[in-house]
């Protein structure tokens, strides 16, 4: 029938979409949590370009409290940071403001 070959109307394709990046949220949840890095492995990837953005990311979760890792704030070392200064702005942006999150 037409009704079946007609495309989706607008309102079904924003929650599709929104359907899918809750799922792949859902599911780099998941996997993020089950690694479970040490505080140790989010600086070493915090400082360097190619760890920047997982460090980011896990930080990010950790600050909307998707992630609880229940890390030492105080032992996050920055100090062989060697990107921008904007780019560390931006990191630093990410840590919870509440330590026990981290």
């Excluded at 896990?58 to 904007?86: A, N, Y």
Aim: aromatic share 4%; with cysteine; charged share 25%.
């Amino acid at each position: 029938t037409t009704e079946q070959n007609s495309p989706p109307v607008e309102g079904e394709k924003r929650r599709n979409g929104r359907d899918v990046a809750e799922k792949a949220n859902s599911e780099l949840w998941v996997l993020l949590d089950h690694a479970s890095p040490t505080i140790e492995e989010i600086s070493k990837m915090g400082c360097r370009r190619n760890g920047f953005g997982i460090a980011l990311l896990l930080l990010q979760f950790m600050r909307k409290e998707r992630l609880h890792l229940h890390l030492p704030l105080e032992t996050l070392d920055l100090s062989d940071f060697s990107l921008s200064s904007s780019t560390l702005k931006l990191l630093l942006s990410s840590i919870p403001l509440d330590s026990s999150h981290l």
